[in-house]
């Protein structure tokens, strides 16, 4: 292969642990499926990043050329608090401490995510596939590997995981003493079978339920993903993704279930993708320790959705990421950096485009496709980025075009965002920025008439309300964030 050839586009299998070479099962196709949000609260911005992943993943295919067709589900039933089927269902934990119907529930978390989604330039899936839309089906799919795999017990339909071959080579932990394992179901042949339907116990009522040839109750969580990435992407699809917390129980119970559903070892997927936790102080940021940081909370400082994802971009998506305000400040400026250098480049792309690509910038094409073939080596594409922001000499109209198609990959809204929309007002200032406006403008006035000791009033005022100004820039101020 020479240089000017495009790269294979190699990507990290958690099912092999090794990289390897992305072969479509459909030619000039790929078809990824990524578990989507269990909406029964806000998701953290550590669940974020699985989707800024997800992403990265679906614009790399696009930036190498193949059709995509990208589901994600919304899990608004079925998800416990424990993911070894102990615990009660987290839809219906949260109606009953809010005293809102799980439905009610489901729908306000579910837009809440769609709004972050649109906040960090996620792109659209093909579908957003919603568990409660899909049960009967789900109960068809469990009808059809019942007999064969499953056996029933007082709570519900369990799967035997000993009727497959190789259960859990996903986590690696083939035996029952697999991490994390509670066996807290009487009467389960395996620690490691799970539910894949789940009875009402005798004399309650759930608000969600629906009939099924075992009884009232329902589908487990690892049966919706299951059914819902086989209907739409068909039995054997290409990629599959979620957060590295899946590789344990959730995506080794779905491959135990697509291998029964499919009659054959395959694990429906081809390539098992995962990203690594964000993390902070504390350990891997989750939901159950009270208070939790989400998209709302950095925007509320100050901080611009779209710095998150570069913060976000600049770690590999295999590494552990560890969120600090210092980081997400410094991604913000960044940013910010960036954004000059588009403003610039901007003011000089006038005039005819060339058809043929300069030769430097065929290889600032290829440095890119290399980085972001290698594994999504999102980190490694940003300097590079950078660099053709640099490159005066070339012609701006095709460094323009570039700096397109790498955006497309990378997300970062480059051509629309201004510097100026990166200036969101923190939730603690007083004054609003019509006000800071007139304001300057008394300010320049008072400076033209020789009057400084009026224009340094004016400075400091605004400085106190956390304004900061930035003389001969044509932005003028910026607001002060204080972490
Ligand atoms: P959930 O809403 O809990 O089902 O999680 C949604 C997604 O976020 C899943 O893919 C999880 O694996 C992922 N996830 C959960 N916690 C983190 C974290 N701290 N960092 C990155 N991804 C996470
Ligand atoms: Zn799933």
Known sequence: MSDNDPHPLNLFNSLTREIEEYQPVHPGEARVYTCGPTVYNYQHIGNMRAYIFADLLGRTLSWKSYRLTHIINITDV??????????????????????????????????AYWADIDRLNIRQPAKWSIATDHVDEMIEFAKGIADKH????????????STVPDYGRLARATTDDGEGRIDAVAGKRHQTDFAIWRKTPAGETRQMEWDSPWGKGAPGWHLECSQMSMKYLGERFDIHTGGIDHREIHHPNEIAQNQAHNACDHSGANIWMHNNFLIDRQGKMSKSTGDFLRLQILVDKGIHPLAYRLMCLQAHYRSELEFSWENALAALTRLKRILIGVEKLLTKTEGEKASIEHPRLLEFRQKFDSAICDDLNSPKCLPILEDLLNQKKLPADQRLSLLEDFDAVLGLNLLSLSRKDLRISPASVSISADEIEAKLNKRHQAKVEKNFAAADVIRDELSAKGVELMDGDPLRWEWEITI
């Open 78 to 111: 079925g998800h416990l608090t424990s993911d070894a089927d102990d615990g009660d269902d987290k839809m219906e934990k949260a109606a009953l401490t809010s005293g809102k119907s799980a439905w009610d529930i489901a729908k306000y978390y579910t837009d």
């Open 150 to 161: 499953c056996y029933e017990l007082e709570s519900g339909l369990y799967f035997d995981t």
